[in-house]
């Protein structure tokens, strides 16, 4: 994706790690992004708490950023779903 808007990737970025937020952002059930990660939940409400937390420092843009702010907003409201809240 941020190839895509012209934003240069981090070179240290974990695959793994964006595969399962993405995934659990695309609204995967608990259970199953558990079973398909093999990773521990505390580690994956870790990551997700996290993302969740970045994207709503980007919902916070609102003045400046309309559509990225709105876009980060409710794409927080998915990540921070529960389990992860």
């Not at 240290?12 to 398909?36: C, P, R």
Request: hydrophobic share 50%.
């Amino acid at each position: 994706m941020e190839w895509k808007q012209g934003v240069e990737a981090a070179p240290e970025i974990n695959f793994s790690a964006a595969a399962a937020a993405a995934k659990w952002a695309g609204e995967a059930e608990w259970t199953e992004l558990v079973h398909e990660t093999r990773a521990e939940e505390g580690d994956l409400v870790r990551l997700l708490s996290r993302t969740g937390e970045a994207l709503l420092q980007v919902a916070g843009l609102r003045e400046t950023h309309v559509a990225a702010a709105t876009t980060a907003h409710a794409a927080a409201a998915i990540v921070l779903r529960e389990p992860v809240r």
